[in-house]
């Protein structure tokens, strides 16, 4: 959780000096966090600072701006993300849903790997994919990562990558937070380790491969996001990916959402116990990311796996479910469902799910599920979002209750 890396040659004493190259003085940078006061990582660059662009910065042909719907009004939202189509490279096809002021969801489905010389870096949001299809690798500063359905990838703020497909094409779910995401805190002990008694262990997270160090002059494109969406062409002449070496707690990793090992009890439990992430300083701020997983449902003579409504006032509510097969929303949903729920009014399972759901009691569930909740942080629906929606959603409880 709390693990600090070390890979390629880097010199024991920070801000020393390292020859990787006999005669040229390596460069040493600093990926910090919160300042200088939070997780950092050193990098030591073979012979290039990384600031040295050598041609000036542009803005670049697309954006990822935020606007809401025009016609966006309080209701439950039901959006087919399968319908979206396939298009572009993973960066260039990224399509924001959902925005507030420190988070964004958004799909991506791409067609194609990023251009070679073209890598991307997130300057103001911190990163996780879900990866609902497709393979290839994400390439970064740090070494590569598979990419694999059922991966969660976290990519810290600042992190510079590229990311080649090996199949046809691939769907992301992306959720982006202002704030570092990272496991609960509540989750591990005094040593930074994962309790005992936490969903998930340091054993299954998969660390970031190791590369060489690229020593090649040309004309290397980095992509910013920045200021709300707006994206800057950086040049520099050489490839970013040059790191003799790294140590820190910074860096990309994945973590297979079947490596969260769910926790049961005789009777419902709600869904804090399905944390598998946080962004922020939860519950004030930033997300809980959860992980519903196949486990056992309550086995309580009398339990209802699919019980209230709620009305969680200080939380939107995101659910994607990789799935179809979730209680609540049997029957209703499709596999790339996203459902969003307003804090501002309740919702609960549709028609008979909760007498349903007593027949699955002690039972083995089969569903797969990411949801997300903010925190004192209210979501609106982009156009996109809004063109995909179920438009019988906000009326759907009612008929499903035969009424
Ligand atoms: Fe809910």
């Given at each position: 959780?709390?693990?600090?890396?070390k890979?390629?040659n880097?010199?024991?004493?920070?801000h020393?000096?390292?020859?990787?190259?006999?005669?040229?003085?390596?460069?040493?940078?600093?990926?910090?966090?919160?300042?200088?006061?939070?997780?950092?990582?050193?990098?030591?660059?073979?012979?290039s600072?990384?600031?040295?662009?050598?041609?000036?910065?542009?803005?670049?042909?697309?954006?990822?701006?935020?606007?809401?719907?025009?016609?966006?009004?309080?209701?439950?939202?039901?959006?087919?993300?399968?319908?979206?189509?396939?298009?572009?490279?993973?960066?260039?096809?990224?399509?924001?849903?959902?925005?507030?002021?420190?988070?964004?969801?958004?799909?991506s489905?791409?067609?194609?790997?990023?251009?070679?010389?073209?890598?991307?870096?997130?300057?103001?949001?911190?990163?996780?994919?879900?990866?609902?299809?497709?393979?290839?690798t994400?390439?970064?500063?740090?070494?590569?990562?598979?990419?694999?359905?059922?991966?969660?990838?976290?990519?810290?703020?600042?992190?510079?990558?590229?990311?080649?497909?090996?199949?046809?094409?691939?769907?992301?779910?992306?959720?982006?937070?202002?704030?570092?995401?990272?496991?609960?805190?509540h989750?591990?002990?005094?040593?930074?380790?994962?309790?005992?008694?936490?969903?998930?262990?340091?054993?299954?997270?998969?660390?970031?491969?190791?590369?060489?160090?690229?020593?090649?002059?040309?004309?290397?494109?980095?992509?910013?996001?920045?200021?709300?969406?707006?994206?800057?062409?950086?040049?520099?002449?050489?490839?970013?990916?040059?790191?003799?070496?790294?140590?820190?707690?910074?860096?990309?990793?994945?973590?297979?959402?079947?490596?969260?090992?769910?926790?049961?009890?005789?009777?419902?439990?709600?869904?804090?116990?399905?944390?598998?992430?946080?962004?922020?300083?939860?519950?004030?701020?930033?997300?809980?990311?959860?992980?519903?997983?196949?486990?056992?449902?309550?086995?309580?003579?009398?339990?209802?796996?699919?019980?209230?409504?709620?009305?969680?006032?200080?939380?939107?509510?995101?659910?994607?479910?990789?799935?179809?097969?979730?209680?609540?929303?049997?029957?209703l949903?499709k596999?790339?469902?996203i459902?969003?729920?307003?804090?501002?009014?309740?919702?609960?399972?549709?028609?008979?799910?909760?007498?349903?759901?007593?027949?699955?009691?002690?039972?083995?569930?089969?569903?797969?599920?990411?949801?997300?909740?903010?925190?004192?942080?209210?979501?609106?629906?982009?156009?996109?979002?809004?063109?995909?929606?179920?438009?019988?959603?906000?009326?759907?409880?009612?008929?499903?209750?035969?009424?």
């Amino acid at each position: 959780m709390g693990m600090i890396l070390k890979r390629g040659n880097i010199p024991r004493t920070p801000h020393t000096e390292h020859y990787e190259i006999p005669g040229v003085l390596a460069l040493e940078e600093i990926h910090g966090t919160c300042g200088f006061s939070g997780p950092h990582t050193r990098k030591l660059h073979l012979r290039s600072y990384p600031t040295q662009q050598c041609k000036p910065p542009q803005k670049e042909d697309f954006n990822l701006f935020l606007k809401a719907a025009n016609d966006d009004i309080l209701q439950p939202y039901h959006i087919f993300s399968s319908e979206i189509p396939y298009e572009n490279d993973a960066v260039k096809g990224r399509k924001p849903l959902l925005f507030g002021a420190s988070t964004i969801v958004s799909v991506s489905k791409p067609e194609k790997s990023m251009p070679d010389n073209v890598f991307f870096r997130n300057g103001e949001k911190y990163e996780i994919y879900f990866v609902q299809e497709g393979s290839g690798t994400l390439k970064t500063e740090y070494g590569n990562l598979k990419i694999e359905k059922n991966l969660y990838i976290v990519i810290p703020k600042g992190t510079t990558y590229q990311i080649e497909l090996s199949s046809k094409n691939a769907y992301f779910l992306i959720f982006e937070s202002s704030y570092p995401i990272t496991f609960p805190p509540h989750y591990m002990n005094s040593a930074a380790q994962a309790t005992l008694m936490a969903p998930v262990v340091e054993t299954e997270i998969e660390a970031p491969e190791f590369q060489l160090p690229e020593d090649k002059k040309g004309e290397y494109s980095i992509l910013v996001k920045h200021s709300g969406g707006c994206i800057t062409r950086l040049t520099i002449d050489h490839h970013p990916f040059d790191l003799a070496g790294w140590e820190g707690a910074v860096y990309p990793f994945a973590f297979n959402i079947k490596d969260h090992h769910g926790i049961a009890r005789e009777i419902h439990t709600a869904p804090p116990v399905h944390q598998t992430f946080q962004s922020g300083n939860v519950p004030y701020n930033g997300f809980s990311l959860c992980s519903f997983v196949s486990q056992m449902e309550g086995w309580h003579l009398k339990d209802i796996p699919a019980p209230y409504a709620h009305s969680n006032v200080d939380s939107d509510e995101v659910m994607f479910f990789a799935n179809a097969n979730y209680g609540a929303r049997e029957g209703l949903i499709k596999e790339g469902s996203i459902t969003f729920h307003p804090g501002s009014i309740p919702h609960s399972p549709h028609g008979n799910a909760a007498n349903d759901s007593m027949k699955v009691r002690g039972k083995i569930s089969n569903r797969l599920a990411v949801m997300l909740d903010t925190f004192f942080e209210s979501l609106s629906i982009t156009d996109l979002g809004y063109k995909y929606r179920d438009k019988e959603y906000p009326l759907s409880w009612y008929k499903a209750s035969g009424k």
